[in-house]
């Protein structure tokens, strides 16, 4: 399997997995959530990644998690199912679920706390990708692995040759790394990483690159245009788009993708309230931002950035 046996490419949200507030996962919440994603053109979805808090359901939230999303999508993009976990098998059994109720795709990073060598990861990936038939995309989360395989010689291309691998999620916060995966994979994989930026754009108007997954996908709106014009080779009206997008994404997130103004998950599914978008709350170990000040600043953020439009009192409610 290469590039060309997926047309994976564009703006992608990572969904986050809404939960009430007395901590159950909201199913209903999940596919309001999805329509929202369909509405907003979005060219794919990942569900149950490091955004959809994977780390806090059992597995079978998971399961339920990857068949309500799959079910509410119904064929109107590529849903991608995360099955990151602490071993081969453990991430074997969830893509063979995610294979049997329909997803287009899975996604791993290697097992967190792990940190395994080179040698290690690629084993895992071999055995993770191989257990099932659909197509797998290898996500690089240094982040929160504490392992940037990019950083490791010669090992991206190995990945990218495994017979199942169609695709790499590349989250180092080393942009010259990731730039170096690219180069190395393109010709091989789909590869998506930080491009919604003027380097960015450069990058995928000479080099190469397909596209961005997201966490939460609040800049669809200004996300999805651009890898369009980018896919029309509209320099233009990309680096327009591009301008709206980083003056949000810019704001809230680091370089490292960590939050400004909390951990990521808090804060976007603060931000995500304000937007009256079904985000949810979130599961311990993670906590709610309360912060007014905090929240103030987010939601100025998304007014300069027109996505929020505040009341006639000029108020933003809570």
Known sequence: MNRYDVDWHGYWPASPTPFTADGELDESGLRELMELYVANG???????????????????????????AVEAVAGRTTVVVGVSAYTAAESGALAKHAEAVGADGVLATVPPYAHPSGAEALEFYRRVSSA????????????GVAVDLARVPGLMPQLAALEQVAAIKDSTGDWIAMLDTLEATVEQVRVFGSFIHHRGLAVLLGLGGDGAIDG???????????????????????????????AISGRLINPDY???F???V?????????????????????LPLADPRALDDIAQILRDGGLLVPDEAGQVVL
Do not use: C
């Open 132 to 143: 099932s038939a659909l197509p797998f995309m290898v996500y690089n989360w240094p982040r």
């Open 216 to 246: 939460g996908g609040i800049g669809a709106p200004y996300g999805v245009p651009f890898f369009d014009a980018v896919a029309a080779g509209d320099r233009e009206l990309a680096t327009f788009w591009l301008e709206k997008y980083r």
């Open 262 to 264: 909390a951990s990521p």
């Open 266 to 286: 808090p804060q976007l599914k603060a931000a995500m309230r304000l937007l009256e978008q079904p985000g949810g709350q979130v599961r311990e170990p993670l």
């Open 42 to 68: 979005v060219h794919g979805i990942l569900v149950n990644g490091s955004t959809g808090e994977w780390f806090s359901q059992s597995p079978d939230e998971r399961r339920r998690v990857a068949e309500t």
């Open 258 to 260: 960590s939050g400004v």
